[in-house]
């Protein structure tokens, strides 16, 4: 009954709940940058480079015949995924910039506050050691 009792404090603490949800946002994220990659910033690039729908370029191998199928290097799909991957990078990175941030202006509040509240201490050490020389 230990380990089950263990697995469940694991499975219950905050860190695992917490990644389990990052992983959830993570993923509607993704889906919401991909839309945005294919639906809205793709078709105007593409229109500006011939008109056509940029995912459909690809370098055709083989082609298919009857019941075989066709063997082609999708790389527009690649650059697709690829900017959808710059687009999220991105994201992130100002996220964790701004998380940092916020984090450095709460350090240097602290750091100020305990400056004072040392400060004041040897003020007040100094009274008393004032006081105990008279």
């Known amino acids: ?7 469940k404090e694991f499975a219950t603490a905050g860190n695992v709940l917490d990644l389990a949800i990052g992983i959830i946002i993570g993923g ?65 990175f100002i996220l964790i910039k701004s998380i940092n941030r916020i984090k450095r202006q709460i350090e240097e509040k602290e750091k100020k506050l ?6 004041r201490e040897i003020e007040l050490l100094t009274e008393i050691r004032d006081l105990l020389k008279k």
């Open 1 to 7: 009954m230990k380990i089950i009792d263990e697995f």
């Open 28 to 92: 509607a994220f993704g889906k919401i940058v991909s839309s945005f990659v294919n639906d809205i910033l793709m078709p105007p690039l593409g229109l500006l480079i011939g008109g056509y729908d940029f995912s459909s370029y690809k370098i055709v191998l083989k082609l298919p015949l009857g019941s075989d199928q066709g063997v082609a290097i999708n790389y527009g799909k690649f650059i697709n995924t690829t900017i959808d991957f710059l687009i999220i990078t991105f994201a992130i």
């Open 114 to 119: 305990k400056a004072v509240k040392t400060s």
